[in-house]
């Protein structure tokens, strides 16, 4: 962030809230989080109308964390900011655009809202975002990683231990090092290794070992 200041980069001074905005959150600080990223959008927003697709790239990208941020803190004004988030990229960007930064696509902007269904405790609606959503149509294969953990803890949330180990199995065949470093894969992972029903069991005991969550 310094060096996005000394710069006087406005783009990288975003993409440094929104890397900051991640570390606060999870350390316990989403008001502050908030607080910045609402900084960040006051500084990108008057560039989009003119400023070309990398000025709308960051502005949805900075929604779409304040959305996740606040679904986290279990606030339902989640929906509000992945919304406005969605009408930035259909509106401002060109169809198949995928951002160089940060990724932001119209499938990313999907992945979103399974995540935020996830973290607001309601599994069927993950399912119902989930259900169009083709994975191979996400631009990155950690983020592709990253959804299959999310399916996972919507199963998680409700019980289903076979899907839970099905889709976090799916995670780590796309990619392992998201698995491998993802607490929440690791917790249910964890939980599966020592609870799963028998005939499941030793699979997950397996996929623990692979990532290192047991010896």
Known sequence: MTAALDADDLLAVGQSIWYAAHLLRATGRGDDALERLGEARALIEPHVTDGGVEWAEMLADLHLCTALTKARMGDQGAWSDWDTARQVVERALPS????????VSRPLVDVYAVMCA???GDPDEARRRAHA??????PSTERRGRHYV??????????AREATLHLLTRAEATSPETVRYSPAAQD????????APA???AEAMDLAQRIGVVN
């Open 133 to 138: 959503l083709d994975p191979a149509s996400i």
């Open 96 to 103: 198949g655009f995928v951002g160089l930064r940060t990724r």
């Open 150 to 159: 999310e399916l996972a803890r919507s199963a998680d949330l409700e019980g």
């Open 188 to 195: 249910m992972l964890g939980r599966l290794a020592r609870e």
């Open 118 to 120: 996830v973290d607001l």
């Open 199 to 201: 005939s499941v069991r």
